[in-house]
């Protein structure tokens, strides 16, 4: 069953594997040291999240995505991705300054962690489509640098850098892609890098194959609205800004 199964209606740069399976947490919302069955949350630093739900004893900062509670920050733009024909929403990329994040999760097995796996599947697919991958130690452990076939504006063949981060949690693996300013400069990459650290995933208790995408929702105020929430730079988490149909900045090197 392939990890990027499921297209969305935007063409960001996960889909280029589609068919291939940091800082400290805000003191409020900071989780007591706990203890995990699972060898991929112990071998991370004591505190360091991504966190599961249990962790985390309120919303704090964050917008409630449903299966995904995402932090904000000043200025963090949030745009929904929806599949074309089901209409669910599928993942949510945050963008800043030039930088992209999207986010996705997933139910992964109990006892073992999937990201070993799925970053060996995403570095064959790129390298299948004529792009460079490189397996490197990352802020969050193993990470993929990637340079993905792309073509410019003016039609121009080129590469487009991204970073695949991943973290294997209790019955859930996050996925992350930072493109943009944050896929080549490390300056850049920080703020969005904490807002991976500091998000909270909502595993529901229902029994899911590895690799299902856990459900992703609009939150209930802009459901309620029925329409679209254009909030100002660095709105809080009930008054998040989203825009589905806007695509965020890239960065595209020309050959």
């Known amino acids: 069953m392939g990890?990027?199964?499921?297209?969305?209606?935007?063409?960001?740069?996960?889909?280029?594997?589609?068919?291939?399976?940091?800082?400290?947490?805000?003191?409020?919302?900071?989780?007591?040291?706990?203890?995990?069955?699972?060898?991929?949350?112990?071998?991370?630093?004591?505190?360091?999240?991504?966190?599961?739900?249990?962790?985390?004893?309120?919303?704090?900062?964050?917008?409630d995505l449903g299966a995904i509670w995402l932090p904000v920050l000043p200025g963090l733009q949030l745009r929904m991705e929806v599949d074309k024909k089901s209409q669910k929403v599928t993942g949510v990329a945050a963008s800043l300054k030039g930088s992209i994040l999207q986010v996705q999760a997933f139910a992964a097995p109990k006892t073992m962690g999937i990201w070993d796996e799925v970053r060996e599947e995403i570095a064959a697919s790129l390298t299948k489509q004529g792009g460079t991958v490189d397996d490197v130690p990352g802020t969050f452990g193993r990470e993929l640098i990637a340079r993905i076939p792309a073509q410019t504006s003016e039609g121009k063949t080129g590469v487009r850098p991204a970073r695949f981060i991943g973290v294997d949690g209790p019955r859930w693996f996050l996925r992350g892609v930072l493109s943009g300013r944050a896929a080549v400069d490390a300056d850049a990459a920080k703020p969005l890098e904490s807002v991976f650290a500091n998000v909270v995933v909502v595993r529901d208790g229902s029994p899911r194959p590895p690799r299902d995408l856990l459900t992703l929702t609009l939150p209930e105020q802009k459901r309620a609205a029925g329409a679209e929430s254009h909030g100002p730079a660095g709105a809080t988490p009930q008054e998040p800004s989203f825009d589905p149909l806007q695509r965020g900045p890239e960065i595209t090197e020309t050959r």
């Open 3 to 63: 990890l990027f199964r499921r297209k969305a209606s935007t063409k960001d740069t996960e889909s280029a594997a589609a068919d291939a399976t940091s800082t400290s947490p805000t003191p409020d919302d900071a989780p007591a040291a706990t203890g995990s069955d699972q060898g991929e949350e112990s071998a991370r630093p004591t505190g360091r999240g991504p966190f599961d739900s249990s962790q985390v004893s309120s919303l704090g900062a964050r917008v």
